[in-house]
Every structure is written in structure tokens, then in C-alpha cells.
């Protein structure tokens, strides 16, 4: 009894501790800091910020598990950016562009040419990042990696993520090319990597279910004045053109987010003030928190839907404990994924069960859990007493979990295993 009171306290104690993490440092301090952060889950990787712990004496890794997102990439269609240009350019035509408006303009002439046909894409930034994160996971734990070690990558059907995939295999093969690395991008595996519920699916398709919430909350008066003057003369655009002042605003603000994930040394981050930055980015915070994560908004239905993708783990962890299974097990998917895996996971910061949207990004913030190329990587130690051990890593940082452990950041394996299969019963 006692003991049950203990682990109760403690369990109790950790998720206080995890809800109260931001407190730290508001979300507009953040993007006033980094304004690349208001792109959310257009945030480009910023690779690991701390270093890692020592590994307890005796113990030795032998087995990863890994999940990550695709890298960066370009807006999902070239209209995205066409759209904007096409407004500007109409304004020109009608003589209603400010001085800095034309100079806007002539900025997107630029971006589009890097653009062009390459909406939905893996940018090479995409690329780049997949090969340093391979190469990082590759020089921590060589142990891992030794000659003849069972690799094994699947990806979902998206191009953009098979080409991840290949990004961070290719530098895998470099670094040993006697691993046996096995990769496969095919329909068979989107059980697991990329499932979703028919309750998940028909609730993201009915406009009073979730999304009702978000657009109530995104409906909120944005002034979009101070921005559009900057660069539009004559307001009587917007209604020769037919086109809404806010929807130009965040045209232009989709397109000034994604510049950090393409070539070009273009930016537009100049046009915007944080507090404009802060409003848009909460639009997209909302819509992927309810769409993706443990809002109350989307009936678990996300969590549902991630529990295949948790079994996974459980199930290849165990076979490579027994030495059944691969040396490294690497999967690769997209935000809408890994958002609820790092939920139902219960990682730090990721987990939030907020109803009232104006607080949630007090307690979840979407370029925390799933910037490009986001990554959950669970490595795997064990001892000559053959007690396994694991570390949770969030985007190469260590992160933690509610469950009770004498040697943090490590965790017993066997409680993990346990805390975890609670999260796939109904």
C-alpha cells in the first residue's frame, strides 16, 4: 500500500513538473527571439541544443528504435506561392504597391523562381538534415552500428518522405557500407506509420466537430491594417481584386515561414511585427494540436489512431531484446504522426489536454514537438546482467516521461513497456 502511495505521489509529481516547462519562457518571447519558430511545423530543424548524459557504467547500447518526420520541404502546392504573386503583380498592374510593396514584389519574382514546380517537395535542406541526423546517431552509439548490423527503414508512400528516408540511409552506408541496411517505401506499412480511424477521418471532414473550435479561435480579430498598408497604397484593391485583407496578410505569411526551408537568402520576416508573427502562428498551433494531438476537441480520436504506431515499437523492442530482431528499426512519416506518437508516448511538453484554446500555447507549442524533420529516437542499453535500459530522445534532445526511474534520463525498460501498453487499452 505504501509503495503504491509513493509511485502515485511521484507519477503525480513528474506530470506537475512536465505542465509546468514552458512557464519558463512565453511563446512570443520565443518568436520574438526566433522568429523562425512562428512557422510551427514549418520550423527547420535546428538539430540538438543540449549535450548528452554520460551512459551508467556497465551498460552498453545495442538497439535503436527510431521515428522521424520528413525534412524540410516547400508549401504543399505551387499555388500557395502563385497566389500571393499573382495579388501583388494585380496590384502593381493597378498602381496600388507602395515603394516597399514593389520591392516586395520583387522579392517574390525571386522566391518563385526557386519554387516553381516544386510545391509538396523535399527541399535539399530536407536532405541535408536527414544525412546529419543519421550521421549524429551513427557517431553516438557506434556500438550499434557494426559491421554486418541489421538496419531496417520504412517509409510512408509520400515521395517527400521516401526520399528522407534514402537521404539519412544513404549517409548510414557511407559511414559503413558493411551494415545490411534494408529500406522499403510500400502501401503495406501504412498500418502502422501512418494509420488513421474512420472516427479520426470523419471527424476531421465534419466543419462542427474540431474544426469548429479552431475557426472560432482563428476567427478572432487579427488587425491586419498596419501590414497590408506597408505595402498595399490603395485599399480599394482588396475589393477590385476580391481579395480579403487577412488572407493576404497570412498569404504573405505562409510563404515568409517557408523561406527558411528553401535555398534562397530571400526574407520577408522584415514585413511583420512578433506580435503579427505571435497571432498567425497561433492559427496553425491550433489546427495541428486539434487535428493531431490530445485535444479534448478531437474525441482521442488522434490517439486512437497512433496506438498501431506505439505497438510497433513495443513489438520490434522486444524482438531485439531477445535477439530476434534488427540492430536499428528507423521509420519515417509526417507531422500528423509523430505529433500523437510523442503524445500517447507522453514525452515533456507534448502531451497537453487543453480545452480553451487562447492557453494553449502556454502549455503545447507545435515547432517544439514537430519542426522538419522532427525525431523521436528510443536507444536501448543493457548490462552484463542482462537489465535493459532505455533513453527517449525528442529532436536529439533528452527528454523525459512520467514514470518513475533511479537513474534519469534512463529508464528501466520493463516500466516503460508497461506505462506504454496502458496507453493502447481503450
Known amino acids: 500500500m505504501k509503495k ?29 527571439e526566433t522568429p523562425e519558430k512562428s512557422g510551427g511545423v514549418y520550423y527547420a530543424y535546428p538539430g540538438p541544443t543540449s549535450t548528452l548524459t554520460a551512459i551508467p557504467k556497465g551498460y552498453e547500447p545495442f538497439y535503436i528504435s527510431h521515428y522521424g518526420r520528413h525534412g524540410s520541404r516547400y508549401l504543399l502546392s505551387d499555388n500557395d506561392y502563385k497566389r500571393t504573386l499573382d495579388n501583388l503583380r494585380k496590384a502593381d498592374s493597378l498602381n496600388a504597391l507602395t515603394d516597399l510593396g514593389k520591392n516586395v514584389l520583387s522579392r517574390m519574382e525571386e522566391i518563385w523562381k526557386e519554387a516553381e514546380f516544386h510545391g509538396d517537395e523535399l527541399a535539399p535542406l530536407g536532405k541535408r538534415q536527414h544525412r546529419g541526423i543519421a550521421e549524429r546517431m551513427y557517431q553516438n552509439y557506434p556500438q550499434v552500428f557494426k559491421d554486418n548490423a541489421v538496419v531496417t527503414a520504412r517509409s ?35 498500418c502502422y506509420l501512418n494509420y488513421h480511424t474512420k472516427r479520426y477521418d470523419e471527424l476531421k471532414r465534419d466543419r462542427n466537430g474540431w474544426m469548429k473550435k479552431h475557426f472560432e479561435f482563428a476567427m478572432r480579430p487579427i488587425n491586419s491594417e498596419r501590414f497590408n498598408s506597408q505595402i498595399i497604397s490603395d485599399t480599394s484593391f482588396f475589393k477590385k481584386a476580391k481579395v ?43 489546427w495541428f494540436y486539434n487535428s493531431d494531438a490530445d485535444s479534448p476537441h478531437n474525441q ?54 487543453e480545452e480553451d484554446l487562447t492557453k494553449l500555447d502556454q502549455v503545447w507549442r507545435n515547432y517544439y514537438v514537430s519542426p522538419m524533420g522532427a525525431n523521436i529516437q528510443l536507444i ?10 532505455v533513453k527517449i530522445l525528442l529532436n536529439e534532445n533528452e527528454t523525459s516521461i512520467p514514470v518513475k ?14 506505462y506504454w501498453e496502458t496507453q493502447l487499452k481503450d
Open 4 to 32: 503504491n502511495l509513493i509511485k502515485t505521489a511521484f507519477l503525480l509529481f513528474a506530470l506537475a513538473i512536465s505542465s509546468m516547462s514552458y512557464a519558463q519562457k512565453s511563446a512570443f518571447d520565443e518568436i520574438k
Open 156 to 190: 510512408t508512400t509520400s515521395m517527400r518522405v521516401a526520399l528522407s528516408m534514402l537521404s539519412f540511409c544513404e549517409r548510414l552506408k557511407e559511414l559503413n557500407p558493411k551494415l545490411n541496411l534494408d529500406w522499403e517505401t510500400s502501401r503495406k506499412n501504412m
Open 244 to 286: 480579403m485583407p487577412n488572407m493576404f496578410m497570412n498569404g504573405i505569411f505562409d510563404i515568409a515561414v517557408d523561406l527558411q526551408d528553401m535555398e534562397t537568402n530571400v526574407s520577408l520576416f522584415d514585413l511583420f511585427t512578433t506580435e503579427e508573427l505571435y497571432e498567425c502562428w497561433k492559427n496553425s498551433n491550433s
Open 300 to 353: 482521442g480520436t488522434a490517439m486512437e489512431s497512433t496506438r498501431p504506431l506505439l505497438a510497433h515499437f513495443i513489438e520490434r523492442a522486444d524482438l531485439a531484446i531477445e535477439g530476434k530482431g534488427e540492430n536499428v528499426t528507423l521509420r519515417f512519416g509526417h507531422d500528423g504522426n509523430i505529433i500523437p506518437l510523442a503524445s500517447i508516448m507522453h514525452l515533456k511538453d507534448c502531451y497537453a489536454h
Open 380 to 389: 536501448f542499453f543493457r548490462n552484463n546482467k542482462k537489465d535493459v535500459i
Open 405 to 418: 526511474t533511479d537513474m534519469a534520463p534512463y529508464y528501466h525498460w520493463k516500466d516503460v513497456k508497461e
